[in-house]
């Protein structure tokens, strides 16, 4: 039986999933305060079972967020001593599209800092990514990405600055691992960040 917690971008939330199968899930949209709603959530849905192993949203998303969703899998996987993995949130939003119809290449658009999207085209089947992870401002990423349809928080704004297309707005959850191919939720648990941190190091 897997964990999977997920807090790296305004949802807040953890699934028990076996295999391809969600045993049961928790998902809320929370925007802030993940620290303060996932470790009970997760405790919510254990409700006395215990894991064989964990898997983590590493991001990109929100820089906090991320941090959260490590901290608390991290601690519980050495508190258990079971297994660690993770995985990203463009490629949870792209695997839960595909299942839910979406043929040929999928464009993943999320919300960045500093008014950027984090982008990432996935296609093929097992899903695998067609491009390195980028971080852009709307009207850079509506040059490069040429899908018609976009998923994501950050679809809108990108299929606006693009002027055509349809935008689907969508945030990961813990379930939607269970979509994943085994290469996609077989990530080193450390952070995905998608961009430079804000603070420079001093000279």
């Given amino acids: 039986m897997l964990l999977v917690v997920d807090s790296a971008t305004a949802a807040c939330s953890a699934a028990l999933i076996d295999g391809s199968d969600v045993i049961d899930e928790r998902h809320e949209l929370v925007g802030r305060g993940h620290a303060e709603r996932l470790v009970p959530m997760i405790e919510e849905l254990l409700a006395g079972r215990r894991p064989t192993a964990i898997l983590v949203d590493c991001g990109p998303g929100s820089f906090t967020g991320v941090r959260v969703g490590l901290a608390a899998a991290h601690g519980l996987a050495i508190g258990w001593r079971v297994p660690l993995s993770g995985y990203s949130s463009l490629a949870a939003v792209a695997a839960a599209a595909r ?45 490069l990405v040429s899908a018609h349809t976009v998923f994501g928080s950050g679809a809108e704004d990108l299929v606006a600055a693009r002027g055509y297309g349809k935008a689907h707005d969508t945030l990961p959850r813990a379930a939607h691992a269970a979509l994943l191919p085994e290469p996609l939720r077989s990530f080193a648990p450390k952070p995905i960040y998608g961009r430079a941190p804000d603070a420079k190091p001093m000279p």
């Fill in 99 to 143: 299942a839910a119809g979406a043929a040929g290449e999928l464009a993943v658009a999320l919300h960045g800092g500093h008014g950027q999207l984090f982008v990432q085209i996935y296609g093929g089947e097992p899903l695998t990514p067609r491009d390195e992870l980028r971080s852009l401002l709307p009207e850079e990423a509506a040059a």
